[in-house]
């Protein structure tokens, strides 16, 4: 299976343009595969043997995260083998269970005191218009660092964004994000809109610190995710806000509805909200 296997990262690279990242994953599963498995013929698949594997890598000590990582890498190769005519059955790794966590995302209130920030260095205004990006349309923080201005639509609204696996969509901006935009892409004549002072690309790592630096100033705790929070703040505004599911899916670039409610499950904060609204107790006392 090993050259079947080199085949379909191959075709994934050049017909689906898959990235670096998503091939690297596709190798740690088919490493794991072969450690814990020890499976490299067709004729030895079976749904027995990779549930086996699976409960091979959670007694070894591997976290469900790891283990469900690993066999949805696999889980493509399988579904590649099957739709090639390799195999006559479809196999599936079963995934492992793991607890359901609500991640803590900023409130409005935390976002309100990160925006009310006033910078007052260029490294500073640099972050604050990332963040109002962020903010505004929910990206990831990866499509916000590679942004170019000549992906702005000034006169529409818009921005173009390079996805996961590079695909790109479009995303509305509001009135206000446009200004700090207009303000901040002004200020240097570099196509990268968040650039260095020589123009290239700004690490992670390095608007990682400035805006740690920023929720310290205001005083906020540093949210699950960082810069992840502020795409679910978005979407429970957005939704809070009578926004459709359909269209956040879409804003979101998600390919399901599920992964999209991943980012929206409910927390303490929204079921306080509606409690205080549907309580049977305060009904009757409103009465």
């Known amino acids: 299976?090993?050259?079947?296997?080199?085949?379909?990262c191959r075709e994934k690279q050049i017909l689906k343009n898959a990235t670096r990242k998503t091939l690297s994953a596709y190798a740690d599963g088919w490493r794991a595969f072969g450690f814990y498995a020890g499976c490299q013929c067709i004729e030895h698949l079976s749904t027995e043997r990779l549930k086996q594997w699976v409960l091979t890598m959670a007694s070894a000590g591997l976290k469900p995260g790891s283990v469900n990582s690993y066999a949805s890498g696999v889980n493509s190769f399988l579904t590649w083998l099957h739709d090639n005519g390799h195999t006559p059955t479809h196999f599936r790794v079963p995934?492992?269970?793991?607890?359901?966590?609500?991640?803590?995302?900023?409130?409005?209130?935390?976002?309100?005191?990160?925006?009310?920030?006033?910078?007052?260095?260029?490294?500073?205004?640099?972050?604050?218009?990332?963040?109002?990006?962020?903010?505004?349309?929910?990206?990831?923080?990866?499509?916000?660092?590679?942004?170019?201005?000549?992906?702005?639509?000034?006169?529409?609204?818009?921005?173009?964004?390079?996805?996961?696996?590079?695909?790109?969509?479009?995303?509305?901006?509001?009135?206000?994000?446009?200004?700090?935009?207009?303000?901040?892409?002004?200020?240097?004549?570099?196509?990268?809109?968040?650039?260095?002072?020589?123009?290239?690309?700004?690490?992670?790592?390095n608007f990682k610190r400035d805006f740690l630096a920023v929720l310290k100033a205001v005083g906020?705790?540093?949210?699950?995710?960082?810069?992840?929070?502020?795409?679910?703040?978005?979407?429970?505004?957005?939704?809070?806000?009578?926004?459709?599911?359909?269209?956040?899916q879409r804003l979101f670039g998600h390919e399901s509805m599920a992964m999209t409610q991943q980012y929206v499950a409910e927390d303490a904060e929204d079921?306080?909200?509606?409690?205080?609204?549907l309580s049977p107790l305060e009904g009757l006392k409103r009465r």
């Open 95 to 205: 995934l492992a269970s793991k607890p359901r966590r609500v991640l803590k995302t900023y409130s409005a209130q935390d976002v309100a005191r990160i925006v009310a920030y006033k910078p007052t260095t260029r490294t500073g205004r640099r972050v604050m218009t990332l963040l109002a990006l962020l903010i505004d349309t929910g990206c990831r923080i990866n499509e916000a660092l590679t942004l170019t201005r000549d992906r702005i639509d000034w006169d529409d609204l818009l921005v173009t964004l390079n996805g996961k696996g590079g695909k790109q969509r479009r995303a509305p901006i509001s009135v206000e994000c446009r200004k700090v935009l207009f303000r901040w892409v002004n200020s240097h004549e570099h196509s990268i809109v968040f650039c260095v002072k020589n123009g290239g690309p700004m690490s992670y790592w």
């Open 271 to 277: 079921l306080r909200g509606a409690h205080r609204t």
């Open 1 to 8: 299976m090993q050259a079947l296997f080199a085949q379909f």
């Open 220 to 248: 906020v705790e540093k949210s699950e995710g960082c810069f992840h929070a502020f795409r679910r703040f978005f979407g429970k505004s957005y939704l809070r806000n009578g926004g459709n599911p359909i269209y956040l």
